[in-house]
Each structure stands twice: as structure tokens, then as C-alpha cells.
């Protein structure tokens, strides 16, 4: 059974600062998914992932793959409120079937 | 372009019966997913359908069941219902659902209360 764990589980932090969370699984993955997830909507797919080492930029937010391809790692520069959510990451075992990790709920203080 | 769309969004039921939720894909969008999310699990898959088959399956028991037309829509099915079913069912759309290199777009969920 593949397992994704998601660190921290709950992380609250002021407006402005930094943040990184984080996805790891005892197994390799071939390509890996974060999503945000708002109250009452579904989650949205925020980037994907699938080369070993790589890194993809979105505005504020850095998305890294592990070179091992057993993690990820999500930064966020200067937090606003409007990230606030649940993040999500899923990743691709090579069965074609999204396994989703445990998730992060991000908080940001006004 | 509409997005995915679920019905209904919220449903109560009582312990034995029955229940069937239904999503409408992007329009072009062949391929349906259905995951099951509650606070102590997460998100779990249940299964994905494409071109009217059951392509893929998750570890859900017989009474999860689902199917899709010739238009794409999708309809799953839970029989002799459980507290433990009481949760948000998402589903997503996606062109093939080869989750390596396509997008996955959710709906915004069924919120299923059991009592």
C-alpha cells in the first residue's frame, strides 16, 4: 500500500512570512500533483510534477521534486490570506489511480 | 466553457438505505473519478470510468458501485448504508485520466450525512 504523508498537518502563520510544506512516501512515484482545496469546492490543481529534481514556479509559490522521487515540497513567499485552504499532494504510483496525501490545512493571519 | 457539476449537493439518509449521486463532466471530457473524502481518511479513490467501462477500482466494498453513460454523465451508487459512509464525494473529469501528464477538474462535491 502506497502511503503519502503531508507535514505539517495544520500550520497557521501570519500575512508576509514564509512557509514550506511538505509530501513524502516510502515509494517511488512517477509524477506528483499538488492541489488547494477551498471550503465547498473541490480541490484545484495547482501544478504537476514529473521529473525527478525538478522545479516549477507559480507566482509566489515553488513546487520542488525530490531527486529520489519519493517527495515534494511546496514554498510559499510572503503569505496572503487568499492562500488559505487545505493543500493537497496526489501522486501517480504508475497504476494510473491518484493515491492523495494526508493533507495540510493552511491558515494566514491578517 | 461549464465546469463539473454534481447533484445533489447535499443529501441526509438514514442507516440501511440506499443512495445515488450523479456528475456531468466538462463538455469533450471522457473519463469520470469518484473520491470519497472524510476528515479521518482523506481523499480516497473509488473508482474511474471511461468510455461507459470501469477502467480502474479502489478498496471499497461491493456496496460502492457506479456507472457511466453514452454522454459521459456518471452515477455512483451506495447500497445498505453506514455511518462510516457519511462523507464528501467529489468526482473529476478529465479527457483520458492518464493522471501522469492530464488534469484532473473536481466538481464541487456531494456532502452525504448518514444517520
Known amino acids: 500500500t502506497q502511503l503519502l504523508k503531508q507535514s505539517p498537518q495544520f500550520l497557521s502563520i501570519q500575512e508576509g512570512e514564509n512557509l514550506t510544506v511538505y509530501c513524502n512516501s516510502s515509494s517511488v512515484f512517477s509524477s506528483l500533483q499538488w492541489y488547494r482545496q477551498e471550503p465547498g469546492e473541490g480541490p484545484v490543481l495547482l501544478v504537476t510534477?514529473?521529473?525527478?529534481?525538478e522545479v516549477k514556479k507559480l507566482k509566489r509559490l515553488t513546487f520542488q521534486f525530490g531527486d529520489a522521487r519519493k517527495d515534494s515540497s511546496l514554498h510559499i513567499t510572503a503569505a496572503q490570506p487568499g492562500d488559505t485552504g487545505l493543500y493537497l499532494c496526489?501522486?501517480?504510483?504508475?497504476?494510473?489511480?491518484?493515491?492523495f496525501g494526508t493533507g495540510t490545512r493552511l491558515t494566514i493571519i491578517p | 466553457k461549464a465546469g463539473v457539476t454534481q447533484t445533489p449537493r447535499y443529501l441526509i439518509k438514514t442507516r440501511g438505505q440506499q443512495v445515488t449521486l450523479s456528475c456531468s463532466p466538462i463538455?469533450?471530457?471522457?473519463?469520470v473519478s469518484w473520491y470519497q473524502q472524510t476528515p479521518g481518511q482523506g481523499l480516497q479513490f473509488l473508482f474511474e470510468y471511461f468510455s461507459e467501462t470501469q477502467r480502474n477500482k479502489g478498496n471499497f466494498p461491493g456496496r460502492f458501485s457506479g456507472r457511466q453513460f453514452s454522454n459521459s454523465r456518471s452515477e455512483m451508487n451506495v447500497s445498505t448504508l453506514e455511518l462510516g459512509d457519511s462523507a464528501l464525494y467529489l468526482c473529476?473529469?478529465?479527457?483520458?485520466?492518464?493522471?501522469?501528464?492530464?488534469?484532473?477538474?473536481f466538481g464541487p462535491g456531494t456532502r452525504l450525512t448518514v444517520l
Open positions: 463538455s469533450g471530457h471522457r473519463s
Open positions: 496526489a501522486a501517480n504510483f504508475g497504476n494510473e489511480k491518484l493515491t
Open positions: 510534477v514529473v521529473t525527478g529534481g
Open positions: 473529476a473529469s478529465s479527457v483520458t485520466a492518464r493522471t501522469r501528464t492530464d488534469t484532473q477538474y
